[in-house]
C-alpha cells in the first residue's frame, strides 16, 4: 500500500519565495531593515539547492506550450534535472531558512498570506515528492495540473523581466545594496502623502492578504471608525450640494462591511475615505 503525499506549504519552494518577495514590500512600507531581501539573497542564490529548485519552480509556472507532448516533455526534462539536486542539503537549507523567517517575523502571519497559484505550486510540490514517495494518484493528478497550467493561454503578467533579475544577482553586493535603495527612496517619495491610517491599511493588507479573519476584523474596525469621523464633519458643512455629496458617501460606506472576504475595491474605498476624511479635517481644522 503506498504513502500519500501531503502538500506542505512551509517547505514548498515556490511558496516561500512568493512569500518573501511579498514581505520586501511589506518591509519597505513599515521602513523596516531589508530581513526578507536577505533571506532571499542567501538562500535563493544559483548556488543552494534551494534556488536550483526554485528555479525548477519557476520553470513550470511560467513556460507555456501548445500541446500536451510538449508539456509532458518538458516535466520530464524538470524531473531529471531536479534528480541531480542534494536532497539532504535541500532539506537542510529549508529547515535553516524556516528558522529564521521564525526568528524574523510572526511565523503564523507570514505564512496565512493567500497565493494566487497555490494549486499549481502545490502540484509541483507533490510531483517532486513523486520521487521519494509512492503514490500514483497524487502524481498523476499533481501532473495533470501542471501539464493543464503549461497548455492553457496565460493572461500576460507585469514582470520584471528575466534578463534583468539575472543581470542583478550577478551584480556585487554593493551594488545589489545600492539598487534596493533606490527602489526603497523611490517607493517612499511615491507614497510619501499617505496618512498614517493610509499607509497602516496599506501594510496591513500585504501581510494579511489571505483575507483572513484579522484582515477583515481590521476593514470593519476601521469602516465604522472613518464612518463616525465623516459623521462628525456633517454639521460644519454649510454648503448644500457638498452635504448631499457627504451623507451619500456616508451611506455608501456600510458596502466596506459586506462579503465574507475583503475584496481589492474595498480596500481602495477605504483608502478613498481616509483621504476624504483628512481633507475635512483640514478644512475644518479639527
Known amino acids: 500500500m503506498s504513502n500519500k503525499i501531503k502538500h506542505s506549504k512551509v517547505r514548498n519552494t515556490g511558496i516561500l519565495f512568493e512569500l518573501l518577495t511579498r514581505q520586501i514590500t511589506a518591509d519597505i512600507i513599515e521602513n523596516k531593515d531589508g530581513l526578507a531581501v536577505d533571506l532571499l539573497k542567501k538562500y535563493f542564490s544559483p548556488k543552494t539547492q534551494l534556488g536550483k529548485e526554485y528555479e525548477l519552480y519557476r520553470i513550470l509556472t511560467t513556460e507555456t506550450y501548445s500541446s500536451e507532448n510538449k508539456a509532458n516533455h518538458l516535466i520530464n526534462a524538470v524531473m531529471k534535472t531536479y534528480n541531480k539536486i542534494n536532497r539532504s542539503q535541500l532539506r537542510r537549507e529549508k529547515y535553516n531558512l524556516v528558522n529564521e523567517i521564525k526568528n524574523s517575523y510572526n511565523i503564523n502571519d507570514f505564512f496565512m498570506a493567500r497565493i494566487g497559484n497555490y494549486k499549481l505550486n502545490a502540484s509541483i510540490y507533490k510531483l517532486f515528492e513523486s520521487i521519494t514517495i509512492s503514490d500514483p494518484s497524487s502524481e498523476t493528478n499533481a501532473r495533470y495540473t501542471i501539464v493543464e497550467s503549461i497548455t492553457k493561454k496565460k493572461i500576460k503578467r507585469v514582470s520584471v523581466p528575466t534578463k534583468t533579475i539575472e543581470n542583478y544577482k550577478k551584480s556585487d553586493k554593493?551594488?545589489?545594496?545600492?539598487?534596493?535603495?533606490?527602489?526603497?527612496?523611490?517607493?517612499?517619495?511615491?507614497?510619501?502623502?499617505?496618512?498614517?491610517?493610509q499607509r497602516d491599511l496599506l501594510r496591513k493588507y500585504i501581510n494579511n492578504i489571505s483575507n483572513t479573519n484579522s484582515l477583515?476584523?481590521?476593514?470593519?474596525?476601521?469602516?465604522?471608525?472613518?464612518?463616525?469621523?465623516?459623521?462628525?464633519?456633517l454639521p460644519s458643512i454649510d454648503d448644500e450640494v457638498t452635504s448631499i455629496k457627504l451623507k451619500e458617501a456616508i451611506r455608501q460606506s456600510d458596502k466596506l462591511l459586506r462579503g465574507r472576504i475583503v475584496e481589492d475595491n474595498q480596500v481602495m474605498t477605504l483608502m478613498r475615505y481616509y483621504e476624504l476624511s483628512k481633507e475635512l479635517k483640514d478644512v475644518a481644522g479639527k
Open 174 to 197: 554593493d551594488l545589489r545594496l545600492l539598487t534596493y535603495q533606490v527602489l526603497v527612496e523611490k517607493f517612499n517619495k511615491k507614497y510619501k502623502k499617505l496618512s498614517e491610517s
Open 216 to 233: 477583515k476584523e481590521n476593514n470593519e474596525k476601521e469602516s465604522i471608525t472613518v464612518k463616525k469621523q465623516l459623521q462628525s464633519f
